[in-house]
């Protein structure tokens, strides 16, 4: 038995090429016949064209000796140029699964007259009734038509001219009329014919197979011819396994002469790609719509060494050279990082986790962003054994062990001026509509006296700007003469009205980030828990859970943007190493609008430097600020889209240099992309793909990891800490009416200890929080 490969038949529904080009692959299967002599020595291919119906959908096969898997696919692309052929698995065990299955067989009556061929219907697909059938069953139906062809000898072509000798002809007195059963059978046999075989197996969870499988079988009625043959239901009452191993290996008995000749034409109607006339059926695995070619120096996987598999992340199939191919982009390609577009639901989640999860298994570092939480729960089933202490997987809404992030805790003095532009910008992009030039000048500042102070945190802000015995204690520690002409020449001289009116807009929005339980046990320690800088060095996987929902909006905008700043920082730190010993982090953000300040500009246009790689995702174009819409499309070097609505579409066509419309780019399916992709530096044409779907593995270790990670980057609150809410800060004496500072409500005040040490160089946690 020879092995067999099995060929998934993609086409356009778009596509108009004429059935008729089907008869040329038949014809060419179906040579002359082998002498006696030769078929001792000789077997006889056999072919299996296919449909099957698997999870609602109809595809389209043929599955054939591997020998002859080149031959067919020349013949199949050279009638069919637009369709899409792809390797995969047998998909008859599909069928197979169901509880209940029936099979049967479906023979025309007699060989040497003609079915109906696509020559007979007029403007209709001869395949409709089969497939509008097909594509109303439930989704635990399965169904499959397996169409067995071999040579057969040209005796059938002499016998049925023989026969059609012994008609007699219609004489009147006026004309003479050729029977017409005797045209059809000089027709069918001017073509080439062959053996054939139509076996039918539905499977159900119903327990009607049979009455199924009758059904149809009744749907080849449409290709009874009334003076021609006529397709007849039978079942072959054989021992059950007979029957299905027959089916699973593709094999009838020839010489038990159950079958019947059917020439190119009748083989063509009842199996050819389908197009045009088929869109009306809905279900059908379509090939791809956009045309387009993918450019010769594509990053493949097939026939890659791996050396370059190493040093690629795949995510996408695509139609290159006649074949489905898997393909992905380069790591000095991804440093010029990728943008991603696409409406909610569009498979960008997915396509990101693919590649977070490519990157996780080649043991590249890797961040994650995720404003949902769905893709940190996907990732976290994904991650081998071998990286389990490589995660640092954080969850803000944590309150029994939550990691700390001190983002004032400046590892490196000359960084200054980045933190506190940073922490800037992500206030200013949540609170743009009520922002000015004094209240930026005045938070830039307080940021940085606080970065001169040891210890500080961002909940300081709000003792430096209300409590003068505060800054009296830390301004000697304060070292920037700047910072403290600031202080003393310009804050404390400002008239109490003047000065209230400036601080209380600052004091409302870090107030209202910094009173939240939460976040405090995040932001207001000291010391840092997590070094960003160091999982970024040392290749570890950072996922960071977000989930709006649980988090709150304003909350979660405002940590990611600052842990995204962080991160830049530690990149940006790289600049005293070699080139050579920057290791690659590849930082993933979906939903990124929620986080692109104003210092995002300077990320894209420099982390590459730093081998810091972004691939930014997010649902349309002006969710972004024009300044971010500038700074990415000249900065990326690859652009996927996805679905988008039609203003994203016009301006992606343009991006796409015309080559797709605003129509293509709106009329994309599901997980259908439009790629513009970086390649060995350059950018390339753009052309169509699908992204892969996630993998079939999991590792199932996410319980394990996630404990592994709260146990190293977390830190247990106790039942007391978690109790104490800020105390009400010690404020200046200002007219009742600007007083703008919150206050804790009197049932929640604590008081300080009065033998508590006022000696102490500045207020610690403990003062603040207990």
């Given amino acids: 038995m020879s092995k067999l490969v099995h060929l998934l038949i993609r086409n356009p529904k778009d596509d108009e090429t004429p059935i008729e080009a089907a008869t040329q692959i038949f014809s060419s299967l179906l040579p002359a016949y082998l002498p006696i002599w030769k078929r001792l020595f000789i077997k006889p291919k056999t072919y299996a064209f296919e449909l099957y119906l698997y999870k609602q959908t109809i595809y389209f096969y043929a599955s054939v000796p591997a020998a002859a898997e080149t ?8 009638s069919f140029p637009n369709c899409i052929i792809i390797k995969t698995e047998d998909p008859l065990p599909h069928v197979f699964e169901s509880a209940d299955t029936a099979i049967g067989e479906v023979i025309p009556n007699n060989f040497y007259l003609p079915t109906k061929t696509y020559q007979d219907f007029k403007e ?11 594509s109303k069953r439930l989704p635990e139906e399965r169904a499959a038509i397996q169409i067995l062809i071999s040579p057969a000898s040209f005796a059938w072509a002499d016998k049925t001219v023989a026969i059609s000798k012994t008609l007699i002809h219609d004489v009147t007195a006026d004309k003479y009329t050729q029977n017409p059963q005797k045209i059809l059978m000089l027709k069918k046999s001017s073509f080439q014919g062959g053996k054939a075989v139509v076996r039918l197996l539905v499977g159900t969870s119903h327990g009607n197979a049979l009455d199924l499988l009758r059904q149809l079988a009744g749907t080849f009625g449409a290709f009874s011819l009334g003076e021609g043959s006529q397709f007849g239901f ?20 020839w010489w038990e002469r159950r079958y019947s000749i059917l020439n190119s034409q009748e083989l063509a109607s009842i199996w050819h790609p389908p197009g045009l006339l088929l869109t009306g059926i809905k279900n059908i695995a379509w090939g791809k719509t956009l045309s387009g070619e993918p450019p010769e120096n594509l990053p493949i996987a097939k026939n890659a060494s791996d050396e370059v598999k190493k040093d690629t992340n795949y995510f996408a199939t695509t139609e290159f050279k006649n074949e489905e191919q898997i393909f992905g982009i380069k790591t000095p390609d991804r440093r010029k990082h990728v943008y991603i577009v696409g409406k909610t639901g569009a498979g960008k989640s997915t396509l990101i986790a693919n590649m977070a999860i490519d990157d996780i298994r080649k043991g590249r570092g890797v961040g994650i962003i995720d404003p949902h939480g769905d893709l940190s729960e996907i990732i976290l089933d994904y991650i081998p054994n071998r990286r389990a202490n490589d995660v640092v997987y954080l969850e803000p809404f944590d309150t029994e062990r939550p990691f700390h992030l001190n983002v004032l805790e400046n590892h490196n003095k000359q960084h200054k001026d980045l933190i506190a532009s940073g922490i800037v910008s992500i206030f200013n992009k949540l609170y743009g509509d009520s922002w000015g030039p004094r209240l930026e000048y005045i938070l830039r500042n307080v940021i940085l006296t606080l970065l001169e102070i040891p210890g500080a945190t961002l909940p300081d802000v ?3 700007l209300a409590d003068r ?7 000697p520690k304060v070292t920037d003469q700047v910072m403290r002409d600031f202080w003393n020449n310009e804050f404390e001289k400002m008239p109490d009205k003047l000065r209230a009116e400036a601080v209380s807009p600052i004091q409302n929005k870090v107030g209202q980030f910094v009173s939240s339980q939460m976040i405090r046990n995040i932001i207001g320690e000291p010391r840092s828990t997590v070094n960003l800088g160091e999982i970024m060095d040392e290749g570890k996987i950072l996922i960071l859970n977000l989930a709006q929902g649980k988090l709150g909006e304003d909350n979660a905008s405002l940590l990611g943007a600052m842990i995204i700043t962080q991160i830049q920082l530690s990149a940006m730190s790289r600049a ?31 982390a590459r430097k730093y081998r810091l790689s972004l691939t930014m995702a997010n649902q349309y174009i002006e969710q972004l600020d024009e300044g971010i819409q500038r700074a990415i499309f000249g900065n990326i070097g690859t652009l996927m889209s996805f679905v988008v609505g039609a203003r994203d579409g016009y301006l992606l066509s343009r991006e796409f240099g015309e080559v797709y419309s605003e129509n293509d780019l709106v009329g994309l399916g599901k997980f259908e992309i439009v790629v513009k992709e970086a390649i060995d530096g350059l950018t390339s044409a753009p052309f169509p793909a699908k992204t892969l779907p996630l993998p079939a593995v999991k590792n199932e270790n996410r319980d394990k990891i996630v404990r592994l990670s709260k146990e190293k980057y977390g830190k247990k609150i106790s039942s007391h800490q978690s109790s104490v809410v800020r105390p009400q800060i010690k404020e200046e004496k200002l007219p009742s009416r600007t007083r703008h500072v919150p206050t804790v409500p009197p049932s929640e005040q604590v008081t300080r200890d009065s033998t508590s040490d006022d000696s102490k160089p500045r207020v610690t946690l403990e003062d603040l929080y207990g």
Wanted: proline fraction near 2%; aromatic fraction near 16%; charged fraction near 30%.
């Fill in 234 to 253: 039978k079942r072959r009452f054989v021992f059950r396994d007979v029957l299905v191993n027959r089916f699973k290996h593709r094999t009838t008995r």
């Fill in 469 to 475: 015995d505060y800054r009296r204690k830390q301004l």
């Fill in 124 to 134: 209709i697909d001869p395949l409709s009734s089969v497939l509008g059938f097909l």
């Fill in 576 to 606: 005293y190493a070699k080139e050579e010993n920057r290791r690659d982090f590849f930082l993933f953000v979906d939903e990124f609008q929620n986080f692109a300040t104003g210092a995002f500009v300077k990320i894209l246009s420099e």
């Fill in 71 to 78: 031959f067919v696919r020349s013949l199949i692309t050279s």
């Fill in 462 to 464: 709000l003792p430096l």
